[in-house]
Structures are given as C-alpha cells and as structure tokens.
C-alpha cells in the first residue's frame, strides 16, 4: 500500500511539429505540490478562455482534495470520518479503489496515518494498524472511514486534475495540447519528455503523442532516512518508475505503486492494468523497460 507525499516528473517537454500550425499558447503556474504548465496551440479567441477553465478546474481539484486546506473535502473527510461526495470526489475515490485492487494492495490511501506518525518522529505501531483501504466504505452518497483512518490521495490527485484538463482541451477542439500537473498528458501532436531520476540524471526520452506519462522517484522528498513512497510491509525496489498510460490519474496512481513491486510483479500488473510502457531504474542505474 502506498501513497506518495511529492511526486513529480522532472523532465523537459518539447513540442514537434511544424512553424505553420496554429500559434501555440502557454499557462504556468502552481499546484497540488507541483509546478503546473499547459502548452496548446490554436487561436487566442479560443486558448484565452480555455485556460482560464482549466485553472479553474485545477483550483477546484486543490480545494477538494488538498491536506493542507482544513476546508478541503479531504480534510473533512479525515477530521469526521464522513463525507458526501460530490461527483469529482466520488470518481477519484472509485480511481483509487481500481488502482489498489489491479496493484494488490500496494495503491492504498490510507496510508496518511503512517506517514504522519513518521513526519512527528513518533511510534507508528498503531499507524500501520489503521492502513487498509478495504476498510474504507464507499457508495455515491457517503464515504465512511474507521476511527483511526485518514486519507491521502497525493498519489493520483494530480493525474486526476491533469485529465481533467486535457478533457476540457479536448472537448475544445485542441488536438495539440500538453498538459503537466506533476503528471504529463498529451491530447494529440508529438512531444519529447526526457526521463529523469533524481539519483541518476537523464535516463533517456520517450515520445507521447496521445495519452499520459508519469514518473515516481523514491529519491524525492525524503522523509527522514525514508522515502515518500510508503508502505508497512515492504520498501522500494525501483530507484523511479515511468509508466505511460491511456490517462494520468492511472499513470499517477500505478507509477507509485510499481516502485514496491519486483520485477514479476511488474511485470504482472503491467498486463493487469493494460498500461502501455513501464520503464524501470534501479538502485545501481540499470534501465529496463517493459
């Protein structure tokens, strides 16, 4: 079971493609813990707007699911163990249920308490006794959570709101668009994203053309002689893993997962969760791609 706490793909985006297409528009900005871009091309009349819907979007997404915003749904959820949903929060929750199930349990958002208890430095017995998605009560109208359970859904939040935005594009008429919450997802054109390892450097390049990329460093973000990537019961095996998908939620959520499973495993949920390229660097710089 994992969540990460940071999660980011570090990598430069670069578009191919030819000077007589349409001008290319840009937004940049800040959220849900990453450094947020948006790259598409078409005319002004229509990009202005667009993006501006789309930073709505991704506020809306922050206010929803942020652990830093007592206000936050999630934050609610976590204070009194009961929420009512609204739709974005529901479809996210039932995201994060596929990805705990397809992974074996090595997704699993309720793993907040642990990583709490080792942020203060204090015993995390009874923080392992809380973790257990399956112990989460889930319908349209209510989620429920056991006494001792918080959430933390930073592991596919940001995937989340990346598709969100590339729907919205999509929906738009924008067919040469990148967006970058933490996660990267293409609506179409061609763009080179390089692949970094915090530990290792650039590792290389893929080409996205449609769909979604997203890398997980268990480098990132230590917390204290550990990981952000967390789980009770076992440690990375994987420096990073990059996982490239039909959407970014998946990505998200299958990349941090990957980084706790052996080669079979991965090997194993690859064909489970019909991802379509899983690249792996290990501990001592080997690149295997899957």
Known sequence: MTISRRRFLAIAAAFVGSPALAKRHSWQGYALGAEVNISLKGPAELAGPSLEHAKTLIKEVEAGFSLYDPTSALSQLNRTKQ?????????????????????????????????????????????RQAIGWDRVQITHNRISLQPDQALTFNGIAQGFATDLVADLLTANGFDAALINIGEYRSTGGTWRLGLQDAKHGLMGQHTLTRGAIATSDTSASPLGERGHILHPKARPFWSSVTVEADTAAWADALSTALTLAPLDQVRAIKAAANLRRVTLVSFDGELITL
């Not at 529901?90 to 074996?104: G, M, P």
Request: hydrophobic share 40%; proline share 7%; net charge negative.
């Open 83 to 127: 929420l009512m949903p609204n739709q974005e929060f529901y479809a996210l929750t039932k995201q994060a249920d596929a990805a705990y199930h397809v992974t074996e349990g090595l997704f699993d958002p309720t793993v907040q308490p642990l990583w709490q208890a080792l942020a203060d430095g204090g015993a995390t017995d009874q923080a």
